[in-house]
């Protein structure tokens, strides 16, 4: 069963520090994984898309990193930031098919 | 460029009655798609249209839901009567066309229904 699992389901720190958030899949075939940053009550939007032979990918402070052998991925924040408080959605996609999405960790950012 | 557009933005209807969302692509995106969102769950994929075709339609309850692109451009999703276990974000997004998975979504800012 085409399945995506992230961990932690929250995660809080304080402004400055760094996280690591966490995606297991088991999807196939496989195609891309992408990682989405969801703001309370607004749509998700994208921050980094890795094919199969890419296993790192920056987009400013976020870095995504990916493992196509043991199906895992990371996606790595750097001096977090307030407004990076958020829900983070890991996306695989089989070749159009049908997108997996993750259910999602959710990121609180104390000052 | 404008983003994709939804309305309304909340919504909040007793159970039984019937409730409609509009969205409104970015110009040019040939491919839309319907998500629910439960609180604190990713999005499941309701419906997927390619231009005014259905690609995928396998999660639509058709009992309750109904979904059409008139036109390839908007697209407005029904649910007809609405249940309790409807109460969810419903977001719309779009993509210029679905190429081997290299094509990226942009999603609206959804619409939160509640259903009493």
């Known amino acids: 069963k085409n399945q995506v699992e992230q961990s932690p389901q929250s995660l809080i720190i304080l402004e400055g520090k760094n996280c690591t958030l966490q995606c297991n899949y088991t999807v196939s075939p496989f195609s891309n994984l992408r990682w989405y940053k969801q703001d309370t009550g607004r749509g998700p939007v994208s921050l980094t898309i890795?094919?199969?032979?890419?296993n790192t990918k920056s987009n400013g402070r976020y870095t995504a990193t990916l493992d196509a052998d043991t199906k895992q991925s990371s996606l790595h924040i750097t001096a977090s930031q307030l407004s990076d408080s958020a829900s983070y959605i890991c996306v695989v996609d089989n070749y159009g098919q049908n997108f997996v999405f993750g259910p999602g960790t959710r990121l609180s950012v104390l000052p | 460029e404008a983003g994709v557009a939804q309305s309304p933005r909340y919504k909040i209807i007793e159970k039984r009655q019937s409730v409609a969302f509009w969205c409104n692509p970015i110009?040019?995106?040939?491919?839309l798609y319907w998500y629910q969102q439960i609180l604190g769950q990713g999005p499941k994929l309701l419906i997927q249209f390619q231009n005014n075709g259905v690609v995928d339609d396998s999660q639509l309850p058709k009992d309750r839901f109904s979904a059409e692109r008139l036109k390839g451009v908007d697209s407005t999703l029904k649910i007809q009567p609405a249940k309790l276990e409807d109460s969810a974000v419903y977001l719309c997004a779009s993509s210029l066309v679905v190429l081997a998975g290299r094509d990226e979504q942009f999603f609206g800012p959804g619409t939160r229904l509640t259903v009493l």
């Open positions: 110009s040019g995106h040939a491919t």
């Open positions: 890795m094919t199969f032979s890419e």
